[in-house]
């Protein structure tokens, strides 16, 4: 699965003008305060290289599972399989990152727990 950006790195991003270079990212959110460690962990792993836009970024940050997901996902029952998951975060209101996240799990699979779905 590939969750691309967090509510974090958008929100510390978002009024960026782009294009800006791995270090001029890291730059910009060094001193942030609202960024947890593992995103700043993420974006440290961004390739060296010049990023046109916020979503370009986002399409290269490694995170496989964050916060939110685990956080959504904590009270869910195992086993469990995309479609209960998804019936599960949409009728708990999670945000629209989290439902399109989560949409991208493959079809036909049962997980047996959270760390088989941030696989």
Do not use: Q, W
């Not at 440290?44 to 490694?62: A, G, H, I, Q, R």
């Not at 989560?102 to 047996?112: A, E, H, S, V, W």
């Amino acid at each position: 699965m590939d969750l691309y950006c967090n509510r974090e790195i958008i929100c510390a991003l978002k009024d960026v003008e782009f294009p800006k270079t791995k270090s001029e990212i890291i730059s910009l959110i060094g001193n942030n305060k609202e960024i947890c460690e593992a995103s700043t962990i993420a974006l440290n792993n961004l390739e060296e290289k010049l990023y046109e836009t916020l979503d370009e970024v986002c399409e290269n940050v490694k995170i496989i599972c964050n916060s939110e997901v685990t956080k959504a996902l904590k009270e869910i029952k195992f086993p469990t399989t995309k479609n209960e998951i998804m019936e599960y975060i949409k009728f708990h209101n999670y945000s629209d990152i989290i439902i399109k996240t989560l949409d991208d799990l493959p079809d036909g699979i049962t997980f047996n727990d959270i760390s088989d779905i941030c696989k």
